[in-house]
T-cell receptor
Framework: EPEVTQTPSHQVTQMGQEVILRCVPI?????FYWYRQILGQKVEFLVS????????KSEIFDDQFSVERPDGSNFTLKIRSTKLEDSAMYFC?????????????FGAGTRLSVL | AQKITQTQPGMFVQEKEAVTLDCTYD???????LFWYKQPSSGEMIFLIY??????QNATEGRYSLNFQKARKSANLVISASQLGDSAMYFC????????FGKGTRLHILP
């Protein structure tokens, strides 16, 4: 069964360092998303991406964040200068097409720990 | 703006019993999709069940069913014959391009 793949599963970094979280969405999906879940809290939307551009972003997604689809398969989230409060689980999701019956499928997540 | 409310932060249920997880929502959109996701302790987010606002029948997927009451704006998840492996966090969500999640309910199944 096709799945969304995220790497690494756990990333430890020093405050101020840049990190890149990687995702391989399901191959025939066209819409891509990043979400964040701080420990013990609910899952929050960060950004959606379609047709090689951001379609929507939340207020969390400030200038420190960027997304890219560098080739036909990968979808990355970059945090330029990490802060302690960026420590969270980051989920990538993909969606085949618009329409209420379409399901967003999530990857297993990358746990980011900023020290 | 769309909103999901889950009022049960935690629940304890005896194995093999049925359990209902509550969810109410708020939206001004005439058509919308409602979802339930399961998050086990390993952290991944697993899709369980979907209900479209215009669906005439309540959604069912194996032991999962969704008790959809549109007039009351509720979309409760019912798990029949609970199993120890059902112990997890459960999130109700509504889709508006992005997904908006509730705060979740932590379900503990007792042997």
């Amino acid at each position: 069964e096709p799945e969304v793949t995220q790497t690494p599963s756990h990333q430890v970094t020093q405050m101020g360092q840049e990190v890149i979280l990687r995702c391989v969405p399901i191959s025939n999906h066209l819409y891509f998303y990043w979400y964040r879940q701080i420990l013990g809290q609910k899952v929050e939307f960060l950004v959606s991406f379609y047709n090689n551009e951001i379609s929507e972003k939340s207020e969390i997604f400030d200038d420190q964040f960027s997304v890219e689809r560098p080739d036909g398969s990968n979808f990355t989230l970059k945090i330029r200068s990490t802060k302690l409060e960026d420590s969270a689980m980051y989920f990538c999701a993909s969606l085949q097409g618009q329409g209420l019956e379409n399901i967003q499928y999530f990857g297993a997540g990358t746990r980011l720990s900023v020290l | 703006a769309q909103k999901i409310t889950q009022t049960q932060p935690g629940m304890f249920v005896q194995e093999k019993e049925a359990v209902t997880l509550d969810c109410t929502y708020d939206t001004s959109d005439p058509s919308y999709g409602l979802f339930w996701y399961k998050q086990p302790s390993s952290g991944e987010m697993i899709f369980l069940i979907y209900q479209g606002s215009y669906d005439q029948q309540n959604a069912t997927e194996g032991r999962y069913s969704l008790n959809f009451q549109k007039a009351r704006k509720s979309a409760n998840l019912v798990i029949s014959a609970s199993q120890l492996g059902d112990s997890a966090m459960y999130f109700c969500a509504i889709q508006d391009d992005k997904i908006i999640f509730g705060k979740g309910t932590r379900l503990h199944i007792l042997p």
